[in-house]
């Protein structure tokens, strides 16, 4: 009974929000879609120098900050968008399908927005060492550190010697895949293709969004992290230092 409230209030929202005019559809974007975790970033006082957000409002932002804004006139009980650290039960359902057609990454991997891919050398270490360490390093993420980088609940669906997969949300359940390509180099050693991407534009916390983002597909939208970086380059730098050192204390301790 309480999700057909939830569903309407959604639906109101998505109307309002397409209802704002052809400015938004023509404007360009540049940044946005984690604005909403800037007073949270804020608050973290560990590490001020390398972690503090700074995101520049935008269109998009705007845009988000409105469509919280609706849902949450709209409902007593926003229950869908509440700032769980793990995943509702919407979310695990939608996760998968919306991982799988990844809407948010259609446009975003051949314009380079909310979409990145960088290649890690490992020469001392082999796939199978490298994708061991990479899982490791995840799953000792200390809450502080899942904070930093924006994935307090995340779910490895693969963790082989040729690939690593997983499902990340972030506080407000945007779902942003992980996906790292792993091969032997012709020395021993180890090359990984890694991607971050979003994979929509609408968080899975809403019924129906895996479908709804494929109608956003064509709309650019970014995520800016610490230090004016994006926050897929900032992600990927910082889980290639913490896998290249995991790598190194196993070898020290074998």
């Not at 968008?81 to 799988?100: M, R, W, Y």
């Not at 980088?149 to 040729?162: H, M, N, Q, V, Y």
């Not at 690593?164 to 091969?183: A, G, I």
């Not at 994979?199 to 992290?225: D, E, K, Q, V, Y």
Request: net charge positive; glycine share 6%; charged share 20%.
């Amino acid at each position: 009974a309480t999700m057909v409230p939830s569903i309407a209030v959604h639906v109101v929202a998505i109307l309002l929000l397409a209802s704002q005019g052809n400015s938004f559809l023509t404007s360009p974007v540049k940044q946005g879609r984690q604005a909403v975790f800037t007073k949270a970033a804020e608050k973290d006082q560990t590490d001020r120098s390398n972690e503090n957000y700074a995101p520049r409002k935008t269109l998009t932002s705007s845009r988000r900050r409105f469509f919280f804004q609706v849902t949450g006139a709209l409902s007593t009980a926003p229950v869908v968008l509440a700032a769980n650290a793990s995943p509702s039960i919407i979310s695990s359902i939608q996760g998968p399908v919306q991982d799988l057609i990844a809407p948010g990454h259609w446009l975003g991997q051949l314009i380079g927005i909310n979409s990145k891919t960088v290649q890690w050398n490992f020469s001392d270490a082999t796939p199978d060492q490298v994708s061991t360490a990479l899982v490791k390093v995840l799953n000792d993420l200390t809450p502080e550190r899942r904070s930093k980088l924006c994935i307090p609940e995340f779910d490895i669906t693969r963790a082989d010697s040729t690939k690593v997969h997983v499902r990340t949300w972030t506080k407000n359940e945007w779902l942003d895949s992980l996906d790292v390509s792993l091969k032997q180099d012709e020395n021993g050693g180890c090359v990984a293709e890694a991607s971050f991407y979003a994979t929509g534009f609408l968080p899975t916390s809403i019924p129906g969004a895996p479908i709804i983002n494929i109608g956003f597909a064509w709309f650019p939208f970014a995520s800016p992290g610490p230090r004016g970086e994006m926050l897929q380059d900032f992600r990927l730098r910082a889980l290639q230092s913490l896998v290249s050192k995991q790598l190194q204390e196993t070898k020290k301790g074998a």
